[in-house]
């Protein structure tokens, strides 16, 4: 997210896990398991969790063995993850990713759902890079998914509508993307009203800024910030090619 960009995941925080309610944070985590335990330079025990969210990727990680700290900038999601955790020896920081200063080193690092398509500037997603990398022990891996560029301009992004159910309440949901190929960004303007029958409940609208990227300009900038590129790969995928389908990525970096 860029400095000058509002802060976003506010009202719209108490409707993201009904929003990705059918989003397979088992599958993603097993994923994300097989990217340590193949690339690594050790055994992972602590890990890093950047953008955080509401803590559903930590709760299963931590399930698996991980000893787990996540980190984020919107009090909303923290305040949902941190009810979540409950007794869980799982820590949750709120701090900017652009400037991290945890005070100790991680074995390795992941930041899940294209957390790091906020950083809408190379300035911003430099600053991120180092503040990953000096959190990170040498050799350890950070793991990142974010929107391919030849994908986004092949099949461009389209309006979403979606309603769920959530007791007595309809949620619905609308996202209006504008793409910006100059900037390779695309801002995504959420809309989301809360129904019980006739009678509105509440009304929310965001507007997200996501940045896409290049095969080559991520490698650059790895290089240039403390990593080294081990794989780019379809999100969820280490065996297959990245193409014009291929719209979430995972790139997959050795701290150097």
Known sequence: MSAKEPVVFKEYARFYDSIYENKNYSEECQFVD??????????VKSLLDVGCGT?????ILNDMGYEITGVDLSEEMLAI??????????????QDLRTLDLGHRFDSAIAMFAVMGYQTTNHDFEKALKSVRKQLYFG???TFDVWFGPA???????????????GSRLIKYYSQPQMDIINETV????RISETEGEIVISETQESHLMRFFFYQELDYFM???????VLICPF?????GVNRETLSISVIARAV
Request: no cysteine.
């Open 187 to 190: 801002r995504i303007n959420y």
């Open 55 to 59: 803590g559903s990727h930590a709760l």
């Open 223 to 229: 290089v240039k910030n403390g990593f080294e590129t």
């Open 236 to 240: 969820g995928r280490l065996d297959g």
């Open 140 to 142: 350890g891996v950070f």
């Open 152 to 166: 986004i301009l092949n099949q461009k992004p389209k309006e979403q509508t979606k309603t769920i159910t959530a």
């Open 81 to 94: 993850a941190k009810s979540k955790v409950g007794d869980r020896e799982i820590s949750l920081i709120r």
């Open 34 to 43: 097989q990217i340590m335990k193949r690339f690594a330079g050790k055994p």
